[in-house]
């Protein structure tokens, strides 16, 4: 994540600390649709997506005020995103992979895709394969383009459990492909 925009959102932060009301729709408008990306990443839902946002923001304004780093809003808040999209995906796990393995299966069979589109579906059915952990770090690394450090902050674990993490989930998805391929 780019340093200045760090410090636009530490700027609006300490605004918003001092009692500039303004400051928060700012950052509204700044990180809202990050926020229902995010989350929509996790559940692949977007009307939930839009709830967990919304959930969100209520629970950063609340806290908003005790954020001693106004910088690290951005690692901070999606931190929040993230927990409640998990949380949410937790009690809604079951129903939610029965529905997407439905319909991958339905998707695969139903059409004949040309090598790079094969290869994107076996590289994403693979992805879908990790544990939830190692699908979160694949994408904010390499989706996202957070470092590891960013990603441990937004995490909240440590860089070498995001090495770690990604290190697996690199090697599951190169023996995934790599199977799918001997077929």
């Known amino acids: 994540m780019n340093d200045n925009n760090k410090v636009v959102d ?12 303004k400051a928060l729709p700012l ?17 692949k839902d977007a009307d939930v997506s839009k709830d967990i946002a919304q959930e969100s923001w209520r629970l950063i304004m609340n806290k ?4 001693k780093d106004p910088n690290s809003f951005g690692g901070w808040a999606l931190t929040i ?24 299966d339905r998707v695969i069979d139903e059409h004949e ?19 939830e952990n190692q699908q979160l770090v694949i994408n904010l690394f390499y989706v996202e383009d957070y470092t590891l450090k960013e990603i441990s902050e937004i995490l909240n674990i440590l860089a070498g459990t ?6 697996h989930a690199r090697e599951k998805l190169k023996k995934s492909i790599k199977n ?4």
């Open 27 to 43: 950052l509204v408008k700044r990180w809202h649709k990050k926020f229902c990306s995010k989350a929509y990443w996790i559940t």
């Open 113 to 131: 895709p040309n090598d790079n589109e094969h290869l994107k579906k076996e590289l994403l059915k693979a992805i879908k394969s990790l544990p």
């Open 10 to 21: 530490g700027l609006l932060v300490l605004q918003y600390q001092s009692g500039n009301d």
């Open 180 to 183: 799918r391929r001997n077929y």
């Open 162 to 167: 995001v090495k770690s993490r990604l290190f």
């Open 64 to 67: 908003l005020q005790s954020l």
């Open 81 to 104: 995103v993230y927990r409640k999209a998990i949380d949410w995906i937790r009690t809604h796990k079951k129903e939610d992979e029965k529905l997407h393995e439905y319909y991958n």
